[in-house]
């Protein structure tokens, strides 16, 4: 089974990119990367009649997390998951690593193994997190107002210790069968933003227009309030 897995991992990262080549229907830019996170653990899952409502546990955020490592491209697989359990074949084309994990491993490194070939690990997770300055540039607005511009420029407090700990998480509210879920909220994280200096100041442009799409995918309400939260880590 675990062969398997990775073999389908292994087989939509190399195939991602033409998926969609050839379909008359798909005539915008798609993305042509994908980053692959892979963890096994236990995880809680809420139901309500034959429902499921939503799942939750560390399983979900660990898995979260290796997904920021594996972002643009590659895979990462969870220590845990078993690498003795691969093929030659398939160990071959990962490398060990151990890495710090916001929420997951703050203090003490966890084991992962990644794509040698296509994945780098971001120099953030390489030292101890809990030790680091985090800062937050938080602004919300009802999701018609973001429609209105293409992108926007966040003006940060002070400069990050480098651009890759730069983080943009996006806040919505949870809706479950029509309803707006009072008190719950949906996060994503967002990578269509860039950092730059303007006028000597250092700021985040936030690509609205790709935002915007992505919350017509989640079918986020007009009226719905979203939040854009910056976080990075202080120089």
């Known amino acids: 089974m675990s062969q398997k897995v990775i073999a389908s ?14 379909e008359p229907s798909i005539n915008f830019d798609v993305p042509r990367k994908i980053g692959i996170a892979v963890a096994r653990q236990s995880a809680c899952c809420l139901i309500s009649g034959e429902t499921v ?26 220590g845990g998951f078993g690498i003795n359990l691969l093929s030659d074949e398939q160990r071959s084309q990962f490398e060990e690593a151990t890495v710090y994990l916001d929420g997951i491993a703050e203090d003490e490194p966890i084991q992962v193994y990644f794509t040698k070939e296509f994945t780098t690990i971001p120099k953030r997770n390489k030292q101890p997190i809990a030790e ?3 800062q937050h540039v938080e602004e919300s607005k009802p999701y018609r107002e973001l429609l209105k511009r293409w ?16 983080k943009v998480t996006v806040r919505y509210p949870k809706v479950i069968q029509g309803r707006i879920q009072k008190g719950y909220f949906k996060f994503h994280d967002f990578g269509a933003f860039k950092y730059k200096m303007e006028a000597g100041k250092p700021c985040v442009v936030v690509d609205f227009k790709e935002l915007c799409r992505r919350l017509e995918q989640r079918q ?6 979203v939040t854009i939260d910056i976080a990075y880590v202080e120089k």
């Open 151 to 166: 992108s926007f420029i966040y003006d940060l407090k002070s400069e990050p210790l480098s651009p890759d700990d730069i």
């Open 53 to 78: 409502i939503d799942y939750s546990g560390r399983l979900l955020n660990l898995t979260s997390r290796l997904n920021d490592l594996a972002r643009p491209s590659g895979i990462v697989i969870d």
């Open 132 to 134: 680091k300055r985090w």
């Open 220 to 225: 986020v309400g007009k009226n719905m309030n």
């Open 9 to 22: 991992c292994i087989k939509c990262h190399s195939e991602f990119g033409t998926l969609c080549d050839g």
